[in-house]
């Protein structure tokens, strides 16, 4: 529901989540990509103080289509793990396939390069 919530600075949620030991952060809803700036630096405060957290993103852009866009997108995509990309198509939706909602959506996963590589055990 909008308007309804807490409202935290970054500070806060790092605090939150170096406090309760989370090493896995994921973010979702109001697409991270569109936020770029803020995201980026909350990844960047998390990695400071938990330098072994693993950090994924879900976004309605494709991996393809980050790189058309402003320049702190590929920073954010830099500093995450995993990726679930693609739009939430109704017509696609699947309650048999994990961490997504409709089949078009794709995990992706670095590989020990720091390459993108598509997860082929989820997709």
Known sequence: ?????????IKEVVDLVEKYGHKRV???GGDPFWNATECVY?????????PDINIWAYTGLTLEEIGFHSDL???????LDGLV???????LKSEDIRWRGSTNQRIWTRDETGAWTLNNEYN
């Open 1 to 9: 529901v909008f308007g309804s919530g807490t409202d935290y600075t």
């Open 26 to 28: 994921t973010l979702s």
């Open 42 to 50: 909350l990844c960047k405060e998390l990695r400071k103080r938990i």
């Open 73 to 79: 997108k590929p920073d954010l995509l830099r500093l």
């Open 85 to 91: 990309d693609g739009r939430f198509i109704e017509s």
